[in-house]
């Protein structure tokens, strides 16, 4: 077994890249893997939203599912290819300062950070999808009798303490250390893969009718006298916030062997396994749910479909798997965060950095930045405690969080690959080999057309993400700030840290220099010759 003292190829490609090895080398390629796709987390985040976007665009708003996985595809690609060049932990905030400097950098990584905080949160809630579903008593806001539905003010409360509790467990593991955490993370991975197959195999089996059944718009719920294609858009936020979290194995590239080598592999992996177990999962349910007009639905979702095939024994048995799905999705969204606050931190690019960049050399983990990612997420479901919106708009925000992160990364490396195009040399295009000695993942001449459409897919999906709709943002129908909710926080966030930033600029960040492209390059190359 390989462990931290023998990797002399990672701690001397660290090393030019100026970090130490202080995180431990645990990860392997399948808990690399898992780290994305628990992130992904089909099962909870189908589970989760299923209701949404049924309910927004009928059953004809699976063909979101597929348009959504192939912008994502091109994102994740050109995330592939920057994870070999540059495997570093807070990886979004390290590639974007490499591709265009510090300041645009740090921008990046501060709207990850609170992005990945409102992530955490909203994984949590997901309980209240599930486990009312399986014994009334863990209804507890109103008693066993009380609404449960997320959007309902009983379901939404009780979602929010429910979620505490998640949060509270999933900071213990990630402060107790890595191992424990892709333990937990794998062995909940591999359940959850078995619980796809079994559910898609019993819905199929159960079929009720047709595939004909994604084209039906019945169900749908469009503003009066709008068109469909505004509640087809709508009913996309679904699709949007499951396929998210893929980069997560590039979070954790300074504690996964050979990062080079495994951490492009494993990000495509984790998006293209989740993309074909969620459509199979949605046409699965699609085709065996027992009505698509009785409301049930638009309200309950995926849960009550599972009960009606499975009955209820049965059906409680799957829905466990989906609480395990839950809970090890939460615990990756909070490691990832984790990872992207330690590496600001120890660049003296955020409050409290001596602190936050301070490594357990027991083990290998940065406790406070576990914990400082737990209590942001708490404080966020706290905050929308009386708020009935709080599964929609926190979903929905979190996301064009995320993928305005995102964006932060693959709009500069879009100017890199056309510099390169032109003859100037970029470490983000550079050619090289990885710690096996074989050539390291790269688009080659589709870089430029795989890029230029993955930033069109995600400036789209932005606008589309926080567009102020009042039945995700606001279900009072009456109250404008809420409605605006997700433009003004975002503003918000942009302000504080401008505000942080200026206050940092001239002290706190200037105290470690991160390397130019034209160093990382060299980096590169030294890792070549020592592979």
């Known amino acids: 077994m390989t462990t931290i003292t023998d990797q002399p190829v990672e701690r001397a490609d660290l090393a030019r890249f100026g970090y130490p090895q202080e995180l431990h080398r645990r990860v392997g390629s399948f808990a690399s893997f898992a780290a994305g796709f628990s992130f992904v987390s089909i099962l909870t985040t189908v589970f989760q939203l299923f209701f949404l976007g049924y309910g927004f665009g009928g059953a004809a708003f699976f063909w979101t599912w597929p348009i959504v996985f192939c912008g994502q595809l091109l994102v994740?690609?050109?995330?592939?290819?920057?994870?070999?060049?540059?495997?570093?932990?807070?990886?979004?905030?390290?590639?974007?300062?490499?591709l265009a400097g510090s300041t645009f950098g740090w921008f990046t990584g501060w709207i990850m950070i609170i992005g990945q905080m409102l992530t955490v949160a909203a994984a949590a809630i997901a309980l209240q999808a599930v486990l009312p579903s399986i014994w009334t008593g863990f209804q507890m806001v109103g008693g066993p009798g009380a609404n449960s539905s997320p959007t309902s003010?009983?379901?939404?409360?009780?979602?929010?303490?429910?979620?505490?509790?998640?949060?509270?467990?999933?900071?213990?593991?990630?402060?107790?250390?890595?191992?424990?955490?892709?333990?937990?993370?794998?062995?909940?991975?591999?359940?959850?893969?078995?619980?796809?197959?079994?559910?898609?195999?019993?819905?199929?089996?159960?079929?009720?009718?047709?595939?004909?059944?994604?084209?039906?718009?019945?169900?749908?719920?469009?503003?009066?006298?709008?068109?469909?294609?505004?509640a087809f858009l709508a009913s996309g936020l679904m699709a949007a916030y499951v396929m998210v979290g893929f980069d997560s194995a590039g979070e954790l590239s300074e504690e996964t062997h050979t990062p080079r080598r495994i951490a492009p592999r494993t990000i495509i992996r984790a998006l293209v396994v989740s993309g074909i177990g969620g459509a199979l999962l949605l046409i699965a349910a699609l085709m065996a749910a027992p009505s698509l007009t009785d409301g049930k639905l638009a309200t309950v979702g995926m849960p009550y479909v599972v009960e009606a095939v499975f009955g209820a024994t049965a059906g409680r048995i799957m829905l466990v798997d989906v609480i395990i799905a839950i809970c090890v999705c939460t615990?990756?969204?909070?490691?990832?965060?984790?990872?992207?606050?330690?590496?600001?931190?120890?660049?003296?690019?955020?409050?409290?950095?001596?602190?936050?960049?301070?490594?357990?050399?027991?083990?290998?983990?940065?406790?406070?930045?576990?914990?400082?990612?737990?209590?942001?997420?708490?404080?966020?479901?706290?905050?929308?405690?009386?708020?009935?919106a709080v599964f929609t708009a926190l979903s929905s925000l979190c996301i064009a969080m995320l993928y305005i992160g995102y964006l932060g990364v693959t709009g500069p490396l879009l100017v890199h690959r056309i510099r390169a195009a032109q003859g100037k040399p970029s470490a983000a295009t550079a050619e090289g080999t990885d710690e096996h000695g074989k050539k390291l993942f790269t688009l080659g001449r589709w870089g430029i057309p795989v890029t230029v459409v993955a930033v069109g897919y995600q400036v789209l999906a932005i606008v589309n993400l926080a567009w102020p709709r009042s039945l995700v943002y606001d279900l009072t129908g009456h109250t404008w700030w809420l409605q605006w909710s997700a433009v003004l926080f975002i503003g918000a966030t942009l302000i504080v840290g401008f505000l942080v930033h200026l206050r940092l600029r001239g002290r706190a960040m200037s105290g470690r220099a991160m390397s130019s492209p034209a160093e990382a390059e060299a980096g590169t190359a030294a890792a070549e010759a020592t592979a």
């Open 153 to 230: 003010p009983a379901g939404a409360q009780n979602a929010v303490i429910l979620g505490v509790i998640l949060l509270v467990i999933t900071t213990t593991i990630n402060i107790i250390g890595i191992r424990l955490m892709t333990l937990v993370n794998s062995t909940g991975v591999v359940l959850e893969l078995l619980g796809v197959i079994a559910i898609v195999i019993a819905l199929f089996s159960n079929a009720k009718r047709g595939i004909s059944v994604l084209t039906d718009t019945s169900g749908a719920a469009p503003a009066p006298g709008s068109p469909y294609i505004w």
């Open 76 to 98: 994740a690609l050109n995330f592939s290819a920057l994870a070999a060049r540059f495997p570093i932990s807070g990886a979004i905030y390290q590639w974007s300062s490499r």
């Open 331 to 388: 615990l990756a969204c909070q490691t990832s965060g984790s990872r992207m606050m330690f590496s600001m931190a120890r660049q003296r690019a955020l409050p409290f950095h001596q602190t936050l960049s301070r490594v357990n050399p027991r083990t290998g983990t940065p406790i406070a930045c576990s914990v400082v990612v737990g209590a942001g997420a708490v404080i966020a479901l706290v905050v929308n405690l009386p708020q009935t």
